[in-house]
């Protein structure tokens, strides 16, 4: 069974469609679709869509020369977080989840990211829980450890992460080593 997003023919057992619903502060409901997909599989335009957001955000917004593309997104057991809004379909949200080993010994969550245009509305929160859960499924012993911005650290408290490091600097950037409890 296939369907389409954004104008892309999507039919594969390694997409997951997760029809997903957040409330929008000012503007009742907005829809938005989340799909989980190893690099292999994404369109040339998602991957683009990606990539820009990416960039649009930690290098442009964050104002931080570093090196986003660093390799990890192609191989086979990455997985590529979106979520896309269903209205006009443009890329809302994204994180990469990391196989154990890769950058870390355990599973990792990076490059969490929220349009500008659609923060504040939940959807990053909506994004961590889907994303922990696509993580219990696929590595279920596996501990989830993250570098956090140090400005979030009480977001990622409240999903149940715990520091476990000093603070450091990375790319110009304080960090925070975290693990989720089990
Ligand atoms: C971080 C980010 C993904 C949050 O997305 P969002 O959809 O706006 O988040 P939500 O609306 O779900 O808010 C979740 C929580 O995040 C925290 N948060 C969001 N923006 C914040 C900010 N600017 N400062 C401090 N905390 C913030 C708050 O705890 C918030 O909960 P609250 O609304 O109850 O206070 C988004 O701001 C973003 O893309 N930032 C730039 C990229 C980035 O820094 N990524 C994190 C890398 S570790």
């Known amino acids: 069974m296939g369907y389409e997003i954004n104008g892309l023919f999507l039919n594969s057992r390694d997409v997951i469609p997760i029809l997903g619903t957040v409330r929008r502060k000012s503007e009742g409901r907005m829809q938005i679709q989340w799909i989980s997909k190893p690099f292999s599989r994404l369109g040339v335009g998602e991957l683009y869509e990606v990539l820009k957001l990416r960039v649009d955000v930690f290098v442009v917004e964050q104002n931080c020369p570093y090196p986003e593309l660093d390799g990890k997104d192609s191989h086979p057991q990455t997985l590529h977080f979106m979520g896309w809004n269903k209205a006009d379909g443009t890329l809302a ?5 990391l196989p154990p080993g890769l950058k870390f010994k355990q599973v990792t969550i990076g490059r969490f990211v929220v349009a500008k245009a659609f923060r ?3 959807i990053g929160n909506s994004m961590l829980e889907r994303a922990l859960d696509r993580i219990k499924d696929a ?3 596996e501990t989830v450890k993250i570098s956090a911005q140090v400005y979030l650290k009480n977001f990622y408290e409240s999903h149940g992460f715990e520091a476990i490091s000093e603070r450091y600097v990375e790319d110009g950037i304080p960090h925070i080593d975290m693990i989720l409890l089990k």
Do not use: F
């Open 139 to 141: 590595w279920p012993s």
């Open 120 to 122: 504040r509305q939940r």
């Open 93 to 97: 949200a994204y994180l990469r989840i």
